[in-house]
């Protein structure tokens, strides 16, 4: 595998740290085409795009509408072909261990130097994990927050997409006019939801959903 004419994504809020991680990469990796996000909605945007291949996502757990895990559970079980290395501030054994757990094919902390970074995405392209030296991750035991992942995998993408505009407290109506559908069919995706996530309504469902964010999730 050559690694040139890659198309990779970056998905974090800080323009800065963004602009230097690209910038950081372009030598290392020749005629790639970058794409941005700074939030959950931009990188589903982003990856809509009917004409594009993705190769690598990069991903921020903390970014607006991410949701801490959430984002990685839905692009490993939507795009499983779709390597996704998280990049995060975080970098105890707990976050990086739930990762991995999650589907991430490496974990590299903010604060490695950039020969890190691209040994490790140089690796990861290759189709190897990669995890900061002498890290050995913790087993995921079956917790609630486990069992509230393996639910959040199993809607679909337009349901992921609802339940994150409910948890940024948008009235059916508004979603139906952003989602340029019907109230109905609102209803019926939140039916939906409901049903798969185990409550009875929404404000249980952002509740669910609030339980991968990063403040929430300890293994010790």
Not at 29 to 52: C, I, K, M, N, R
Not at 62 to 87: A, C, E, F, K, N
Not at 167 to 189: C, F, M, P, R, W
């Amino acid at each position: 595998m050559k690694l040139a004419n890659l198309n990779i994504i970056i998905a974090d809020d800080h323009p800065l740290f963004r602009n230097a991680l690209r910038q950081a990469l372009m030598n290392a990796f020749e005629h790639t085409q970058w794409y941005e996000a700074d939030s959950g909605e931009a990188l589903q945007a982003v990856l809509d795009h009917p004409d594009v291949s993705f190769d690598l996502v990069l991903l921020d757990l903390q970014m607006p509408g991410s949701h801490g895990y959430s984002t990685l559970i839905h692009l490993r079980t939507h795009y499983p072909d779709l390597p996704v290395v998280v990049i995060s501030a975080h970098e105890d054994i707990n976050t990086i261990s739930r990762a991995i757990h999650y589907g991430s094919s490496g974990f590299i902390p903010k604060s490695a130097s950039m020969e890190t970074l691209k040994t490790a995405l140089t690796a990861v392209l290759f189709g190897d994990i990669w995890l900061p030296k002498g890290v050995d991750v913790i087993p995921v035991v079956d917790d609630d927050i486990d069992k509230m992942a393996s639910k959040l995998s199993d809607l679909t993408p337009q349901q992921y997409k609802v339940l994150q505009m409910f948890a940024e407290g948008l009235l059916n109506k508004q979603i139906a006019y952003d989602l340029d559908v019907s109230e109905a069919t609102i209803k019926a995706h939140a039916t939906a939801i409901f049903r798969k996530l185990g409550v009875r309504n929404r404000t249980q469902a952002v509740i669910a959903l609030s339980q991968l964010e990063m403040d929430k999730v300890d293994l010790s």
